[in-house]
């Protein structure tokens, strides 16, 4: 091997990563058709084609294997919409902007509405395990990101009012699908009270400087 040259993966990691993906797919797949209350951790393995015991090595519980979905489908949306410089939002007004921010939570209830509810209400009360803390981190940073547009907005909100700010809309966000779980709700009608919701906060944050 050349020297600063990475070693490739063993026979080992090669087969992990691998028994990692078709879970991660039967999981997807099975959540998407038959929903997250009526798949069990049995369905996975069988089709992922591995063993009960080795999907429970990847994920815990049947929560945190959402979770593990919800991570995987997350990183990829970031990848394939990389934001715009914090320092530098994309132009327009903060709400829509904000409103483009939150939008793949909308697009995912409409198209899976019972894992992502599920998802939402994971995030918000679910037990503390590895994958739940990932998708925690990406949760900070979408926080993070609506803050610096509350304070590029024209009114400039300050830091500790952005990230309030932020903070009320992401939770918002996450109440409201938690919400429909309980009570059926349209996702039009989502995309509504989460606008409503995004410009109070907008306005709030403006008049906080």
Do not use: C
């Not at 829509?96 to 198209?111: C, D, E, N, T």
């Not at 590895?130 to 949760?139: D, I």
């Not at 400039?156 to 309980?182: D, F, K, Q």
Request: charged letters at 25%.
């Amino acid at each position: 091997m050349r020297h600063g040259q990475a070693a490739a993966p063993g026979r080992r990691e090669r087969a992990k990563a691998d028994k990692r993906a078709r879970i991660l797919a039967a999981a997807r797949a099975l959540f998407e058709e038959r929903g997250f209350e009526r798949t069990s951790m049995s369905e996975v393995a069988r089709a992922a084609d591995v063993a009960q015991g080795t999907v429970f090595q990847y994920a815990a519980t049947k929560a945190e294997l959402l979770m593990m979905v919800a991570e995987a489908l997350w990183g990829a949306h970031e990848q394939a919409n990389t934001a715009p410089p914090r320092s530098a939002p994309a132009a327009g007004e903060p709400a829509a902007q904000i409103a483009a921010l939150i939008s793949p939570f909308v697009a995912a209830m409409r198209r899976w509405p019972e894992p992502t509810t599920w998802v939402a209400r994971e995030i918000l009360f679910g037990a503390d395990m590895p994958h739940r803390q990932r998708v925690l981190g990406r949760v900070e940073g979408l926080e993070e990101q609506i803050a610096a547009r509350l304070r590029h907005d024209r009114a400039g909100a300050p830091g500790a009012a952005a990230a309030t700010g932020a903070r009320l809309i992401v939770t918002g966000v996450l109440a409201e699908l938690n919400r429909s779980r309980r009570v059926r709700i349209d996702g039009e009608d989502v995309d509504l009270v989460l606008r409503r919701l995004i410009d109070l906060v907008v306005a709030g944050a403006g008049a906080a400087r």
